[in-house]
């Protein structure tokens, strides 16, 4: 059965940088190919502020288009940002203080892609009653 993931960004970064903070479970995701896995155009945002900002690299991350292969090398598809995943934010409350922009906007892209999200974000599991499908990466 082919089930699809959108992965947040600081699981992304685990999986590049330090895969041992990720659960067996979601090596377990990771690892089965009939999964689709995706990342958020606004993970990739995130991701290459950070890079420029030398808060992450890699070796092989020398340019923007490396962070781009890497993402295509490990089988993950971007998906971007649309209209709808808007409107889903803009509907979106504000939960316990959780201001973060991107967050929220990843969190509307699974809402309104009916898509499971994992994440490490110990503030998304307060998004589960907006509809929000969560595997939550406890390191």
């Known amino acids: 059965m082919n089930n699809r993931y959108l992965i947040d960004t600081n699981i992304f970064l685990f999986r590049v940088m330090e895969v041992e903070a990720l659960n067996k479970n979601v090596v377990d995701i990771f690892d089965d190919y009939e999964n689709s896995i995706y990342l958020s155009s606004e993970s990739v945002k995130e991701v290459l502020h950070l890079w420029q900002n030398g808060k992450v690299s890699l070796p092989i991350w020398k340019t923007a288009a490396n962070i781009f292969a890497s993402i ?39 809402v309104t892609e009916k898509m499971t999200v994992i994440s490490s974000d110990t503030k998304f599991p307060l998004y589960r009653r907006y509809g929000l499908r969560l595997i939550y990466n406890q390191r």
Do not use: C, M, N
């Open 72 to 110: 295509e090398d490990l089988h993950i598809v971007v998906k971007y940002v649309r209209p709808e995943h808007l409107l889903t934010f803009g509907a979106l409350p504000l939960v316990k203080d959780h201001r973060d922009p991107s967050d929220r906007l990843i969190i509307a892209q699974g």
